[in-house]
């Protein structure tokens, strides 16, 4: 049965292909839609969830983008004097507080970490953001010749990498987090004060006489759950020349960006499941007229009723399955690809859907091509039915 | 017996085509069918090989009426016991000769007959064809390959519906012999046909002539 199949599709080939890349196109963009919104999505929630600060307090000339700060590990060498975590430390609804003071890796260096990387260093008697995202840190003091790496940065604990000329082991890969932390190479605060001294630009960017270990480039601050974030954000803003970053902010104007991104491409991608469902439809609901004589040949030679729905609903399944399974295939090197793209770009937090989650899709997606083959393929199938098998007595040669 | 018609009539509206036919055949019998245009011969050949049902009477088939069989047990009472050669070739355009040849086969879910196959081909003249497809065939050949198909799954009963049109009289002859063939081998044969050449060696002679009234 399934060789008479095979040649029913292979006779009009011309038909099949069209079919199967219309379902592989469909297929493919729906899929590698979910898989990019799906890491996007993920990528933002956890992001939310891990940056654990409520605020972020810069320096206000800070020339850097709020989401490049959150979002991205591009290096920012912003500083602000480091008495300022005191003052807002001490600005009514502020629950705690950490310093974090930014350098960057070199890129030149033999053997360095690829990139200009951003150098994070995280006080570790105060971090909350830092230390509960590795492995084995939240109670381990890191010496300075530690690091830690965020889940973006090539690394592997254990291993050493070469920054600024110095020889670091990498004690562990933080948990991705979606946010600027994956791109970051961390160590404590003064480890990298003290790199920082070496590095002749940095000298040029506090001024002459002065030393890192007087300046911090961030202060991540969480707030009193039951106070009012927008109040203690401009109180925090009095106290000197900062700049305060909302993370809820940031992170709902991203989700509102990238959703009306999603939507529009998603409305390409159901027009093209429309196109493949019409064409589907099309290419089946002709069948009982192009073929008549030849089913009711094979009811001559003996096929049931049932052998002709067979003979149908597995043409059906054979074009949709080779449409689902190609546009699968396209779907994942395509999401892939987005996703390499997107990395690249560091334009959108994103981690990649759990394979759970991957193959529920994969099913999901496979299920409704397949009931909508199902549907198209049941009316002539029902159709078939009703050929006589005398039918093939009259007719002519069958094309 | 092996076919039995009783009392058979068939209508198709309000034209009546045959009325109260009764024949019996034996295995290893012949019947001959003849008759003009619109006499109802390819109706009544129909009819034996269950492919219409009577408007009245009944058909039997190995002394069992096939009136209460269901439209499934009649298909497959078709494809195992039934060969039919059209008075239209009837072969699948996508598929090679060989491969029309294994179609009543591929329906009985039997394999390994493919060597079976190639034998009928070659005893009819078509060894250099196999692979080749319908449209590359004369209509001679077309009927050949159909007469192949028919004969594959040895069914007792085989039914032809003017097989030696398109033929000239040595490829006519050469099939008259293989299809007489069959009742020594004790199958019956039930042809339509103008030929007089096959008409006279049947054992039973049916002449519709005058079986409207």
């Known amino acids: 049965m399934l060789e008479i199949v095979w040649h029913s599709l292979t006779r009009r080939w011309v038909q099949s292909l069209a079919t199967v890349i219309s379902v592989a196109v469909s297929v493919g963009m729906l899929f590698a839609l979910y898989r990019l919104y799906a890491g996007a999505s993920l990528g933002l929630d956890v992001g939310a969830r891990r940056l654990g600060a409520d605020l972020l307090v810069v320096p206000g000339n800070t020339p850097v983008e709020p989401e490049t700060l959150l979002f991205t590990g591009a290096p920012a060498n912003i500083y602000m004097r480091r008495e300022l975590e005191q003052k807002i430390a001490k600005v009514p609804g502020v629950r705690r507080t ?172 159901l027009l093209a499941a429309l196109a493949a469902i019409v064409q589907l439809f099309a290419r089946f609901s002709s069948l009982p007229w192009d073929r008549k004589g030849e089913w009711g040949l094979y009811r001559a030679l003996g096929a049931t009723r049932g052998d002709l729905k067979r003979l149908i609903l597995g043409e059906a399944a054979i074009l949709t399955g080779a449409g689902v399974a190609i546009g699968l295939l396209l779907g994942g090197v395509l999401g892939l690809l987005a996703h390499a793209w997107l990395q690249g770009q560091r334009a959108f937090p994103f981690i990649e859907a759990s394979w759970s989650k991957t193959a529920l899709a994969i099913v999901v997606t496979a299920a409704a091509f397949g009931l909508v083959a199902l549907v198209a393929a049941w009316w002539p199938a029902r159709q078939s039915g009703r050929i006589a098998p005398s039918s093939a007595m009259a007719m002519a040669d069958i094309d | 017996m092996l076919l039995q018609a009783v009392n058979v009539s068939r209508s198709f509206g309000r034209e009546q085509i045959l009325r109260d036919i009764c024949l019996d055949l034996a295995p290893g019998e012949s019947l001959a069918i003849t008759g003009p245009s619109g006499s109802g011969k390819s109706t009544l050949l129909s009819l034996l090989g269950l492919l219409l049902e009577p408007t009245f009477g009944e058909i039997l088939f190995e002394g069992k009426s096939t009136r209460a069989l269901s439209d499934d047990q009649r298909s497959r009472l078709r494809n195992r016991s039934f060969g039919f050669i059209f008075q239209n070739p009837q072969l699948i355009g996508s598929l090679s000769v060989l491969h029309n040849v294994l179609v009543p086969a591929r329906l009985a879910r039997k394999r390994g007959l493919e060597a079976e196959a190639r034998r009928l081909l070659t005893t009819l003249g078509l060894s250099h064809r196999l692979e080749h497809l319908p449209h590359q065939l004369s209509i001679g050949q077309k009927r050949r390959v159909a007469v192949a198909r028919a004969l594959l799954l040895e069914p007792v009963v085989v039914f032809a519906d003017e097989p030696t049109n398109d033929l000239d009289a040595e490829r006519a002859g050469q099939l008259g012999e293989l299809l007489y063939q069959l009742p020594s081998q004790g199958r019956a044969l039930v042809l339509v046909t103008h030929d007089r050449g096959l008409v006279g060696r049947a054992g039973h002679r049916l002449d519709l002539s005058g079986a409207r009234t």
């Open chain 1, 98 to 269: 950490s310093a974090q003071f930014f350098a960057q890796t070199l890129n030149e260096t033999c053997c360095s970490l690829s990139g200009a990387t951003r150098l994070v260093g995280f006080d570790p008697a105060t971090d909350w953001s830092v230390q509960a995202w590795g492995t084995g840190l939240r109670d381990r003091v890191l010496q300075p010749n530690q690091i830690v790496v965020g889940a973006g940065v090539e690394g592997v604990a254990g291993n050493k990498a070469y920054i600024l000329g110095q020889a670091l082991q990498v004690v562990t890969v933080l948990q991705a987090t979606g946010t600027s932390l994956d791109y970051s190479v961390l160590m404590p605060i003064d480890a990298v004060r003290a790199l920082s001294r070496t590095i002749p630009y940095l000298r040029v960017l506090l001024g002459k006489g002065n030393d890192p270990a007087d300046f911090i480039s961030a202060v991540l601050v969480e707030t009193d759950p039951r106070a009012d974030k927008d109040a203690v954000a401009a109180a925090i803003e009095r106290v000197g020349d900062v700049r305060v970053i909302k993370a809820s902010d940031v992170l709902g104007s991203i989700k509102q960006q990238m959703k009306a991104v999603f939507f529009i491409m998603l409305g390409g991608g």
